[in-house]
């Protein structure tokens, strides 16, 4: 067993341990990233996080996951704590392309420094429960099945923390915006991952979350949020004659992408 000090590397842990380690090193070294914002600082954390783990493997009395995350989130505030600063998520994300990319979201709906800092700051202050779920599935690419092991919850509460913390980002993004349309983009943006897991046999919902930006606006709010063409011209800033126009785009796209014929009347 690996004793407290020494350093955790592949060959001085059990082969089960060993494994374990394999298995998360990235995942934990990325949160402790965001979190710390220095490379260094990130893997002495996880160094010391799996020394602590090592301790206690082969006698945890249920699931490891949701122990090792505990340890992990643990040390990373302590690090925090000793060097008297606060979490430099929002500026580790801001900065970071990939974490931005991550979510799916159109540069050109999130297209300033402020309108980044306004989400990624949005996203740190949800509450404990609903950010690690966003951290995990929407930053860090992790399936709700792999996030409700790690976190020692069941599948379908992590969809609910998630779809709740969408809604709250929501909410919190259009508080303080006077731009309908800006903020409009970015609640439909935010929520468009869900959508595309409301699948039905066919796949029209997946279909319609992977259109491009604008015609999956008109699709969301014409078919889905059941708005007529002059209320969701409003919304988006722009004429009912180019709400249809995206419309008779974005069916016909869909209509290829399903293999089925496109039909004449627009509902």
Known sequence: MTNPGERPEDGQLPPDLARFHR????????VAHLELGVREA??????????????????TPGPVDPIAWRMLRRHIARRLQREGRASAF?????FDPAV?????????????????????SAVHQLPRDHYEV????????QS??????????????????RHDAVAILMQGLSEDDPDSAAVTRRSLHLSRDQLAE?????????????????????MALRYILEYDDEKAAHLLGMSAATIRSNVRHARQSIARTLGIPDAESPD
């Open 42 to 59: 990130a893997a002495e954390v996880v160094r010391q996080a799996y020394i602590e783990l090592g301790t206690i493997w082969g006698r």
């Open 100 to 120: 931005f990319d991550a979510l799916r979201l159109p540069t050109k709906v999130f297209d300033t420094l402020e309108h980044r800092m306004a989400l990624f």
């Open 90 to 94: 929002v500026h580790t994300a801001v």
């Open 198 to 218: 409301l699948d039905g046999p066919i796949g029209l919902f997946r279909a319609i979350a992977r259109l491009p930006d604008r015609q999956f606006e008109a």
């Open 144 to 161: 709700n099945q792999d996030t409700a092991r790690l976190l020692g919850r069941r599948e379908k509460t992590v969809r609910e923390l």
């Open 23 to 30: 298995a998360h090193a990235v995942l934990w070294s990325r």
């Open 134 to 141: 966003f951290l995990l599935t929407r930053v860090l690419g």
